[in-house]
């Protein structure tokens, strides 16, 4: 394991506190929490938008803070979901009054946290609601499963909840908004490497030099299979063929797309695979209305990516378009 | 036989003691279904339990209390699945126990329907998803047929850890169906599963506690 | 060799075309060039700033295109400079009358070919100027070698030299601001690991499994001395350290501060080490006034980072602050 | 003796085929020094000019057009330090043989030194500073003595690349003091410079051509 720490257990705790120092005018760490929270939270008539997870997705989900996106991102321990404590404390720190809405990745560990938050903060009278992203499509979404995880996807439910929010919406709204996010955006990623959590010293599987996993997740699982190294144009054939087909997206649809880097990627093969999917959209007659091409939600130090489409109507276009100045979503 | 809080305190320490010992093993088993840090995850949690215990916890003397307190510790302490899981386990058990200093055979019976209960309901999992429910409803079900037919809560405990140990086996066949390693699909057939596992290793370690306990007392 | 590309002689190629289709209201690429530059090029009234040198250092070069920073990018292939008639393409389709400034990283085949284009171009009456950036400490700049390169401090000037054409000064102000960049920019990085150019297929040096390199170029060169591999803390304190007495930086100044990945290591590790040398100056009674953490400027899947400050003036701090829409350097 | 355009296209051919043939060496070379491109540089430059030589470049008659339009070739495929290096080199060269469908050997020879002398403006490098001047101002040097004494251009370029040969060996004790290469400092020296050694390349090959052209007509 080759990382630039200091102590595997402090990594969080360490890098909260070099995001903070980096931002100090835009954001503030909450006291004795590993909750980051805009500079200026709680903002007055406005709901709030708060995020979170386990570490080593950065931007995710602090770099997301920020007028028109997030209020306040809570950070668990490396891929583990935080605490419901961490994320009460975010919630009582960003309540104006109008409500919390809180966008939770679909994995067991993440919604029982959150859930149990939501339980004490309702308890102490602070409205609360919620959205689970789950916009991976590599694992099929059967009676069988807890159903899909959440990945790529989420940022653009806390762009477009953090839109609504910003332009006065109501908690049900901003809730029915974020939802018509969910349905209409999808999700699949794949990997050339592993990525080791620090405190455990090991990589999460191992990939011989030929191989790449397909439809892995952001937390160092395995995918659902393993195949020979393709070209970028083949890599990206099969993720994007697999989201087309699942929502399905149609002739005339308009979307967004996203390539998603997950740590380890050089920009320059994210920009080679978006090239090949913005192929097949055009070939498909479906119609690309803005493109993101970086690394947004990251799995440590894992090489791979992954391609995310949302289908777009009128509405979620004006909030994917209305202004943001997170860090890592200047919009 | 009798629990005070001082023996529930001394087989926490114990769990923190074997968990700490397994949590190598216990990764291993996640690397291989999940994302590997089910040792850490189960590590983290009762290192600061044991912490508690080792300062003002440690005075407690109602049972119910201890129990709920050590349930929430775990809670905010660890994150992942398994805070919310065993932290709903042990605080649906220390409701039980509430304003006890003394807890007899029955209660601590009542205490571990409560608590693998806590599991069941927190989850939404059943037998035969792959997870800690594996072992802890095949326990509970043997905890509660020899209860009802012998009222010996030893002898129940010892059918509820045998169960509970044929139940984490049963995890090795199967196909998940919850958690990180559903998406594994076929793939994770061929490995036990980590929260089966520590689930069995939590009722083998009181299982260990009684029979020392009993052991000093005759 | 596990990349995510194509033909591995065509991977520039295919960058270019995904980088445009990505953004396609905000650049063009040249036809039958590998320049990109703004959609609305040439920009009337305005001193064109032009950048470029090998590719491999993505979001470098045209991530800086956009109203504020960059009016055009030229990509040579993988970590090699672009050849003169390339640039000499970039100068003409940018001049608007009012010149076109070249912003050069100091390498003999960049400076040497910059320079050619810069002839050929004056040959055609254009008028050009460039600046040549040496931030790299590492190196000893003394009369026995060409003297340091050029790293990420690459970028201040980038967003300096594009503040000043974009409020309207002349070719020479231009100049002459980014040459007080240069003279108050240092830089210097490390890389834990190398990287490969895909056409060569073998990295460009071996590190074992508990070394790390200090004084790294962005180009897998070898760095100026190899050791085992120490806590974020260590290496950002040695980073700092040689930075801040080279220039010197003094108690009192006020800097901005750059730490960059150089293209596999995870955002967090960035922060850790942001952390760290902040605590630095802070103890030095140095004065942050802007931090910016992020890939920059990389060296295609190194992991490994770089630290830069810059040594701010008024006139220097309005210039940083200026708006920039460029895709890797909002402001 | 005399040198046609058909002369000078099957040099530069055969400098394209050992240039394809060294250029796992060239980058292993330049993997200690530099940034381990060396041989993709010159392979990307010689197969650019050769795709030349066999469409349009291939029926120019004119020797100095010929070698000026191998260097605009060769520049506008390289980038790197090599491309305005070699290019320079060709282009010098190309300005003296102008005009010229013969060449005699004094052309030639002056065709050669300043060729040599065009890397040496354009990279501003000197003698022991560890790159190609080290091979071609040794040569140039050879060149020039011989070619003043003797006026017999084929020993003097056999002078030449003894020269340049030695000039080449003298860099592996270097300490590099231009280009990537300097960064190294110390750790610079043990290594064959790569520029240095394709320099060497290019004027052996010369002079194995002359050596053919010369046993072809006696
Ligand atoms: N919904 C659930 N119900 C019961 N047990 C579950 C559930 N989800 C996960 N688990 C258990 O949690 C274990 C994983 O725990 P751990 O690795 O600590 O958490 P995480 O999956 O968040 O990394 C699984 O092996 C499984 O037994
Ligand atoms: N200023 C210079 N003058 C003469 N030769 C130089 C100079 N700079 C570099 N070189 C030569 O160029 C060689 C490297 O060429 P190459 O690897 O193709 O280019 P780059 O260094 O741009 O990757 C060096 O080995 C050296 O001989
Ligand atoms: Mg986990
Ligand atoms: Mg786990
Ligand atoms: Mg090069
Ligand atoms: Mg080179």
Redesign the interface.
């Known amino acids: 394991m080759k990382k630039i720490i200091n102590d595997p257990n402090q990594t969080v705790f360490d890098m909260l506190e070099g995001f903070t120092t980096a931002y100090p005018n835009r954001v503030k760490q909450l006291e004795g929490t590993s909750v980051i929270a805009r500079k200026d939270a709680p903002v007055a008539n406005k709901v709030a938008i708060v995020s979170g997870g386990g570490s080593g997705h950065e931007p995710a989900h602090a770099g997301y803070i920020g007028k028109g996106m997030l209020d306040a991102a809570v950070a668990g321990e490396m891929f583990t979901s935080p605490t419901p404590d961490q994320v009460l404390e975010a919630i009582k720190a960003t309540d104006s009054g109008n409500g919390v809405f809180l966008i939770i990745k679909n994995y067991s560990g993440d919604v029982m946290n959150f859930e149990m938050a939501m339980e004490m903060a309702e308890a102490e009278g602070i409205q609360v609601e919620k959205v689970i992203v789950n916009d991976d499509v590599a694992v099929e979404d059967s009676e069988f499963t807890t159903g899909r995880l959440g990945i790529a996807g989420t940022i653009f439910v806390h762009k477009i909840a953090g839109a609504m929010a910003e332009a006065g919406a109501s908690l049900q709204e901003v809730k029915d908004m974020a939802e018509r996010v969910v349905n209409h955006v999808r999700s699949m990623g794949m990997a050339l490497s592993s990525c080791t959590v620090p405190a455990v010293g090991k990589p999460s599987f191992e990939l011989a030099d030929n191989e790449m996993e397909i439809g892995i997740g952001i937390h160092g699982e395995a995918g659902i299979h393993r195949k020979p190294v393709g070209t970028a144009d083949e890599i990206a054939e099969e993720l994007t063929e697999k989201i087309i087909t699942d929502l399905p997206y149609k002739e005339g649809n308009e979307v967004a797309v996203m390539v998603n880097g997950l740590g380890a990627t050089p920009e320059m093969e994210l920009f080679i695979v978006n090239g090949k999917v913005q192929k097949i959209l055009h070939e498909k007659g479906i119609i690309v209305y803005r493109t993101f091409v970086g690394n947004f939600m990251t799995s440590l130090e894992m090489a791979g990516c992954s391609v995310t489409l949302l289908k777009l109507d009128s509405e979620l276009k004006k909030c994917l378009d209305a202004p943001s100045d997170a860090i890592a979503f200047r919009v | 036989m009798e629990f005070s809080a001082g023996d529930f305190i001394t087989y926490f320490q114990s769990v923190a003691d074997l968990m700490e010992k397994q949590k190598d093993y216990l990764?291993e088993l996640d690397?291989k279904l999940?994302?590997?840090?089910h040792g850490?995850?189960m590590s983290?949690g009762w290192q600061a339990v044991l912490a508690q215990l080792d300062s003002t916890l440690g005075e407690e003397a109602d049972c119910g209390k201890l129990c709920i307190q050590v349930g929430k510790t775990f809670?905010?302490?660890?994150?992942?699945?398994?805070?919310?899981?065993y932290a709903t386990a042990l605080m649906r058990g220390g409701k039980i126990l509430k304003g006890k200093v003394a807890v007899n055979e029955e209660q601590l019976y009542e205490f571990w329907c409560a608590f693998c209960h806590g599991v069941k309901e927190?989850?939404q999992a059943e037998i035969g998803d792959k997870t800690m429910v594996d072992t802890l409803e095949p326990a509970r079900e043997a905890l509660e047929e020899s209860w009802q037919q012998e009222q010996n809560f030893q002898r129940a405990f010892e059918a509820a850890v045998a169960a509970g140990e044929t139940g984490m086996q049963s995890t090795i066949a199967l196909t998940s169906?919850?958690?990180?390693?559903?998406?594994?699909?076929e793939?994770s057939a061929g490995t036990q599963d980590p929260g089966a596992t520590s689930a069995f290793l939590l009722l083998s370690s009181f299982s260990a506690y009684l029979d020392t306990k009993i052991a000093n007392a005759s």
């Open positions: 990764c690397r999940g994302d590997g840090d850490v995850t983290i809670l905010n302490a660890v994150g992942s699945s398994v805070g919310p899981l927190r989850g169906k919850l958690g990180r390693s559903s998406r594994l699909g793939r």
